[in-house]
């Protein structure tokens, strides 16, 4: 055994950060930080991984946060869009003697969940996140930060609302039976009496409530619309009575035709702040302060192309590392070769073969992406000042 003679200093671990977002369909953002981990700590010694799975707010969000800051899951029953009695996941976050749910709106109201079913959004319902929401305050919960996208709905959020215990009424003081169906019989609404608590939320589009570029016209096809008046007339009432009744006016927020107009929703019923998705994870996560703290940061998702450009994970990450004067390196299923993608970061690595069908990469994610790195570590040493 050698050991460091008398005065000697031993050398602090060279760090790397390791904060990927998920390669959607194949590995989540954890899985992927953990195969680098495994390859780098083994190959290259003295190195210590700092395990930090990011999200931009969509899908994964949850995971991210639990793992990155050491939350609990919890379930509750819940419904999906259709109705359908499910059990919802979503996690708690417990720092400063305060708690915090963290949660997406697909785990209850999300496309995939209904895609068994013919389409129906006269019908589909955020009533099932309501009750994830519901359900985390009873347990105490100070605060929700919950992501939104892939919704099957477009209520406007109202079914989110009644599980919250908003009362959507018309004339003759009579529950409306079906939303967001039957808005347009929408007279008055008669919120709870007991306040939410605070409400974030992680969204990264831009969309109005209503009009050529809200949620309707851009998203409801996806959804089986068909008929646009009829969903854009129904949501412009919702928007006229809460306006009236609540004193909201928010359908003209950025993000508020976010997942079928539940980002309005968020702000009309719960008093919601709507952020970049990228942002609110980032910040609470500390991301700033463990790249500051890293010697080298990895960072990816599934595909590194135009998209990653407008407020992807990956970038924002390598922006955050650039101006803290740290190499970047990033890997990911497939890289478009964009001199403006690339010049993000000083490595980028493709793991899947260009002659190999992209089911066979997608099932093979997790070996692909171990030989990505074990052939990549003379260059991570390098970047590392190790070479």
């Known amino acids: 055994m050698c050991l460091p003679g008398a005065g000697s200093v031993l050398s602090p671990p060279m760090r790397i950060l390791l904060a990927s977002d998920k390669y959607k369909g194949s590995l989540t953002a954890t899985q992927v930080a953990q195969t680098l981990r495994r390859v780098f700590e083994s190959e290259i010694p003295g190195v ?4 930090c799975p990011i999200a931009d707010g969509g899908e994964g969000t949850t995971e991210a946060m639990i793992t990155a800051l050491g939350g609990e899951w919890v379930e509750t029953p819940s419904f999906d869009a259709r109705g359908r009695p499910i059990i919802a996941r979503y996690g708690l976050i417990f ?101 939410t608590i605070p409400i974030k ?13 809200g949620c309707t016209r851009v998203y409801g096809p996806q959804k089986g619309m068909t008929c646009f008046d009829f969903f854009e007339h129904r949501l412009d009432k919702l928007a006229q009575v809460v306006q009236q009744d609540l004193v909201v006016d928010a359908a003209e927020i ?44 990895i960072t990816g998702e599934g595909r590194l192309d135009a998209q990653t450009l407008h407020g992807k994970g990956p ?18 299923g497939a890289i478009d070769d964009s001199p ?12 899947k073969p260009a002659a190999m069908p992209l089911s066979e990469a997608i099932a093979r994610a997790g070996e ?20």
Do not use: W
């Open 48 to 51: 210590v991984c700092d395990v």
């Open 95 to 195: 720092t400063e003697g305060q708690t915090e749910a963290v949660m997406e709106m697909s785990a209850a109201s999300g496309l995939a969940m209904v895609s068994d079913l013919p389409l129906d959004p006269t019908t589909a319902s955020t009533y099932g996140t309501g009750v994830m929401m519901r359900d985390a305050i009873q347990r105490g919960a100070h605060k929700i930060l919950i992501g939104i996208g892939g919704s099957a709905t477009n209520d406007g959020g109202t079914g989110m609302a009644q599980a919250l215990g908003y009362h959507f009424l018309d004339a003759t003081g009579a529950a409306l039976e079906t939303l967001p169906r039957d808005l347009d019989q929408l007279a008055r609404i008669e919120p709870p009496a007991a306040p």
């Open 201 to 213: 939320v992680a969204c990264d589009v831009n969309n109005p409530l209503l009009g050529e570029h």
């Open 254 to 297: 950025p993000g508020a035709g976010a997942a079928g107009g539940l980002g309005y929703g968020l702000i009309a019923f719960g008093g919601a702040q709507l952020v970049s998705g990228f942002d609110l994870v980032a910040d609470a996560i500390n991301l700033r302060q463990r790249i500051a703290e890293a010697d080298l940061v």
């Open 315 to 332: 970038v924002g990450v390598a922006q955050m590392a650039r101006a803290l004067g740290k190499p970047v390196a990033a890997f990911a």
């Open 340 to 351: 403006a993608l690339r010049a993000h970061f000083d490595l980028a690595c493709a793991i």
């Open 368 to 387: 692909l992406l171990d030989s990505a790195a074990r052939q990549a570590v003379p260059e991570i040493r390098r970047m590392l000042g190790l070479a």
